[in-house]
């Protein structure tokens, strides 16, 4: 299938090119945070031309990509038990933190949680049809794979000492789904409500309204 060549059949030279563009858009990503947000904001504009040719060149398809609907049914089961895991420790959190009774408005308004579905599904494509595709197609083992791929996912969140290991554990938990089924449906609904779970559990005070970056330090609650 194009795009989806295991890495034993892969050049060496190829294995370490997709490892480097996987690294290599994730350092873009954080460079756009630190720096190129405030002094070059229309260079956002780099992102969906390197999606683009990434895909083209590695001839991606839509299945590669994660855009199915012959394996949503297992995928979605996966995620499921997962996301029932994640949720309901999520929701133990906020009990004893206190902060239950402020459950994340977002949530019961249907515009602004679909504004937020909508970046949730553009961190999947970014974080799985991309970043996780190629270190599938430069690492033979899935795991250390998903892992590496969730180690970057969170140094993309940094300082930020709630969503540091919480996308770390999601992220790496959706990179091996990601692997198992590639399947993007259910990873984008799955994140987007434990997002806003995480929002409700830990007190703003921790999570700085989830910002990263140089954001998070002037968060005025």
């Known amino acids: 299938m194009p795009g989806a060549e295991p890495p034993e059949m892969r050049s060496p030279v190829a294995?370490?090119?997709c490892f480097v563009e996987a690294v290599a858009f994730s350092a873009y990503v954080a460079l756009y945070i630190w720096r190129l947000q405030e002094t070059?904001?229309?260079?956002?504009?780099?992102?969906p031309i390197w999606l683009v040719a990434s895909f083209a060149l590695h001839?991606?398809?839509?299945?590669?990509?994660?855009?199915?609907?012959?394996?949503?049914?297992?995928?979605t089961l996966r995620t499921?038990?997962?996301?029932a895991?994640?949720?309901?420790?999520?929701?133990?959190?906020?009990?004893?933190?206190?902060?239950?009774e402020k459950f994340p408005a977002h949530m019961l308004q249907p515009r602004r949680f679909a504004s937020y579905v909508a970046f949730c599904t553009l961190q999947?494509?970014?974080?799985?049809?991309?970043?996780?595709?190629?270190?599938?197609?430069?690492?033979?083992?899935?795991?250390a794979a998903a892992?590496?791929?969730?180690?970057?996912?969170?140094a993309l969140h940094w300082p930020n000492p709630v969503l540091v290991?919480?996308?770390?554990?999601?992220?790496?938990?959706?990179?091996?789904?990601?692997?198992?089924?590639?399947?993007?449906?259910?990873?984008?609904?799955?994140?987007?409500?434990?997002?806003?779970?995480?929002?409700?559990?830990?007190?703003?005070?921790?999570?700085?309204?989830?910002?990263?970056?140089?954001g998070y330090y002037t968060f005025h609650q």
């Not at 001839?59 to 297992?74: E, H, I």
């Not at 420790?89 to 206190?98: R, S, T, Y």
């Open 85 to 100: 895991v994640f949720a309901a420790g999520l929701c133990l959190v906020g009990i004893a933190l206190g902060t239950f």
């Open 15 to 17: 294995r370490y090119l």
């Open 40 to 47: 070059h904001f229309e260079s956002w504009f780099v992102f």
């Open 165 to 214: 290991p919480v996308t770390f554990l999601g992220g790496t938990a959706f990179c091996w789904l990601f692997a198992k089924e590639r399947n993007i449906l259910p990873l984008v609904l799955a994140q987007a409500i434990l997002g806003s779970l995480v929002w409700w559990a830990f007190p703003p005070g921790w999570h700085h309204a989830m910002r990263v970056g140089p």
């Open 147 to 154: 892992a590496i791929a969730g180690a970057m996912f969170a």
């Open 59 to 75: 001839r991606d398809t839509p299945k590669t990509l994660g855009w199915r609907v012959d394996s949503l049914w297992p995928a």
């Open 80 to 83: 499921g038990k997962l996301f």
């Open 124 to 143: 999947e494509v970014a974080l799985q049809s991309l970043v996780m595709n190629r270190l599938l197609g430069a690492i033979e083992n899935r795991f």
